[in-house]
């Protein structure tokens, strides 16, 4: 890998200079020494929060209060029933790669 010292912000193509100005060129470096060559997708932040907003909705449930948290969340009456019932899965555990094992990585 490249000494991090010879590598300037300008040098990076304008995808990878966008990621280096959000976490960092340090940051960008090791996440290259990590995933470099693989494609990643990286989610929308509400798709990240999903699984915290669904335990919030099943701790605030009181048996009655479909309508409230239907208005807190921005979801259908619906869709609070189905999260409170179990019939909405929270997303996929499935960021098991080495990033995710790195987590002082940034």
């Known amino acids: 890998m490249p000494d991090a010292l010879d590598i300037n912000i ?3 193509p304008d995808d ?3 990621i280096a ?3 960092g ?3 960008l470096l090791a996440l290259s020494a990590q ?3 693989e494609r990643i997708h990286i989610p929308l932040p509400d798709r990240l929060a ?3 907003r669904n335990r919030k909705i099943r701790a605030e449930f009181n048996g009655r209060n479909y ?3 239907a208005l807190k969340y921005n979801l259908t009456v619906r869709w609070i029933r189905a999260i409170v019932a ?3 899965a929270d997303p996929p555990k499935s960021c098991d790669g080495p990033i995710y094992k790195q987590r002082k990585m940034f």
């Open 10 to 12: 300008d040098d990076l």
């Open 16 to 18: 990878c200079r966008q």
């Open 21 to 23: 100005e959000i976490i």
């Open 25 to 27: 060129l340090e940051g």
């Open 35 to 37: 995933m470099g060559g």
């Open 50 to 52: 999903t699984a915290a």
């Open 67 to 69: 309508h409230a948290l």
């Open 86 to 88: 179990g019939q909405i």
